[in-house]
Antibody
């Protein structure tokens, strides 16, 4: 059973970099599309981007500010979102894609608030 | 970017009734569509992949159909635990996109 767990600061100051980690247990990070999705309070789901075998794809709306990377030694992947604003306040989920980008395994999510 | 439109925005039904949710894509996505259920305070849960394949452990009352641009999620007889928000998601093209959701609430 694959389990994903997000971790990182719950509060980020405006203009700073939002940094989150997703730790995977019960499976290897060496395949699949490892993905970040976010959900602002009371709103819908927004795909941020993914990484697979070292190759990344990002949402064009965020691409200039996003970096997703993998640490295979720790079975983790990370999200960095620079120049954070209040609009980046959201629940952030990490998820694993199969058949490309169908998401059967999700972390519980971490709420990140951008505020001074 | 492929835009997904879901209708209705809210569906008010009673337990035991049939729910029919629609998802329309701005261009053909073949059958590369998934459906998710989300309850308050929980992560989304995969229900249907590739338009019509039920995910592991999903009850048979959930079914999906469609191809091209028009898709339907049907819940044949609503159980109390089915009142939630439902999202569709396409994987035909980057970026991956989700629909805005349909809320199924108790009438």
């Amino acid at each position: 059973q694959v389990l994903l767990q997000e971790s990182g600061p719950g509060l980020v100051k405006p203009s700073e970099t939002l940094s989150l980690m997703c730790t995977i247990s019960g499976g290897s990070i060496n395949s699949h599309y490892w993905t970040w999705v976010r959900q602002p309070p009371g709103r819908g789901l927004e795909w941020i981007g993914c990484i697979n075998s070292g190759l990344t794809n990002y949402n064009p709306s965020l691409e200039s500010r996003v970096t997703i990377s993998v640490d295979t030694s720790k079975n983790q992947f990370s999200l960095k979102l620079s120049s954070a604003t209040a609009a980046d306040t959201a629940m952030y989920y990490c998820t694993r894609g199969f058949s490309g980008s169908t998401y059967a395994h999700w972390g519980q999510g971490v709420l990140v608030t951008v505020s001074s | 970017e492929i835009v997904l439109t879901q209708s209705p925005a809210t569906l008010s039904l009673s337990p035991g009734e049939r729910a029919t949710l629609s998802c329309r894509a701005s261009q053909s996505i073949s059958n590369f569509l998934a459906w998710y259920q989300q309850k308050p305070g929980q992560a989304p849960r995969l229900l249907i992949s590739d338009a019509s394949n039920r995910a592991t452990g999903i009850p048979a009352r959930f079914s999906g159909s469609g191809s091209g641009t028009d898709f339907t999620l049907t819940i044949s007889s609503l159980e109390p635990e089915d009142f939630a928000i439902y999202y569709c998601q396409q994987r035909r093209n980057w970026p991956i996109t989700f629909g805005p959701g349909t809320k199924v609430d108790i009438k």
